[in-house]
């Protein structure tokens, strides 16, 4: 997949902005502030529907303003399997927003019916600082990356995982009104626990599949990146390795009763990362934890371009701080191969990124802001 052109209006610090890319690399440079990491936020929207930083969509509005809106000219790769366009190579996409009302994508001017029902036909992958929530934050974090992922290439899995949602919203809160009421009707908490058992097992085997054939991706770029030194792993730790569903919600009733909330199933899964036996947060120093995070990143899209048979757009946020000079290497030997397209760098020293990207060999546009 290839960006030639976005087009920005009232997004965040832009009130109106039109870029021009190449279709292999390009950099952009400039200070704190004046908006890099909002143009590949942008293009991120443009795929997923959202901000991957703020998903307030009424906070990226410019200051001041009543909408956004951003646009942009795609090209698919000639051997990508995507639904865009049927087999149309260009398309164009774009992403609104004015407050008070529903946020709005269109395909070639068409309006989807459902967001959801966009995700995986523009393919992406960003890499960024605010990737650290990974390794630092709960298991909230690291499931969303799952989900996002799988998402990209199997839209079944994420109207599952929206469908699971929504049941467990409404199993908790009829769990309250037991509370509030002094009642109970363990007929009508069946009927919630059957269909979340259903969506839960298959989001289980879905993640649990995902995982087993994640895992040598990772493993491998984490190893071009570090150089060999190090050993990592990840593990996916689910209730449902206890017993199945069913078994989980009977034993786990009168704590649930308890707290008014489902203490127990695959909104609880987690993603264990480790380095060298252990957890990478406790033992990880500040450049093999960002290995860890490129190399989960890089695993994605190695993931992703093998199975959607296309190559996803890469997005670099502010990639080569805290790098070591080696490392920063492997990754540039790493993207000067045949299996990177399209690339997004974001950067604050324009010398360091035009030194690193001379060293591809590839073309690349440099834009200042």
């Known amino acids: 997949m290839i960006l030639n052109h976005l087009s920005l209006i009232n997004y965040k610090n832009f009130d109106s902005r039109k870029f021009q890319f190449d279709q292999k690399i390009n950099c952009l440079v400039g200070a704190n502030g004046k908006g890099k990491t909002n143009v590949l936020d942008a293009i991120y929207h443009l795929a997923f529907g959202k901000s991957y930083f703020n998903p307030v969509s009424s906070q990226n509005i410019r200051h001041g303003e009543e909408f956004f809106l951003i646009e942009g000219a795609f090209e698919r790769d000639v051997d990508g399997d995507s639904e865009m366009s049927g087999n149309a190579r260009e398309v164009k996409v774009s992403c609104s927003f004015k407050k008070g009302a529903k946020k709005t994508i269109k395909r070639d001017g068409k309006i989807y019916d459902r967001i959801s029902d966009h995700i995986g036909e523009i393919p992406l992958v960003i890499v960024s600082p605010a990737d650290r929530d990974l390794i630092l934050e709960g298991s909230d974090t690291r499931r969303k990356f799952m989900d996002g992922v799988i998402a990209q290439s199997d839209r079944a899995y994420l109207q599952d995982v929206l469908d699971y949602n929504k049941v467990l919203s409404q199993r908790n809160a009829l769990l309250k009104y037991f509370a509030a009421n002094s009642q109970f009707q ?51 730790k689910s209730h449902l390795d206890e017993g199945p569903m069913e078994e989980l919600f009977a034993s786990s009733l009168s704590r649930d009763r308890l707290l008014q909330y489902t203490t127990k199933g695959i909104h609880k899964d987690d993603l264990k990362m480790n380095i060298d036996g252990h957890p990478i947060k406790k033992f990880g120093s500040q450049g093999q934890q960002k290995s860890y995070l490129i190399a989960l990143k890089f695993a994605q899209f190695a993931l992703m371009k093998d199975r959607l048979k296309g190559t996803p757009i890469l997005l670099l946020d502010d990639i080569f701080d805290k790098l070591d000079a080696g490392r920063v290497a492997h990754i540039v030997g790493m993207v000067n191969g045949e299996n990177f397209g399209q690339i997004f760098i974001s950067d604050t020293h324009a010398n360091r990124t035009e030194e690193i990207v001379a060293q591809t060999h590839q073309s690349y546009a440099l834009l200042k802001l």
């Open 186 to 236: 363990p007929d009508t908490l069946e009927v919630y626990n059957g269909q979340l058992q259903e969506l839960g097992e298959r989001i289980h085997a879905r993640r649990k599949a995902f995982i087993e054939a994640f895992q040598p991706y990772f493993t491998a770029q984490y190893q071009t990146i570090s150089g060999g030194g190090e050993t990592v792993s990840l593990h996916y």
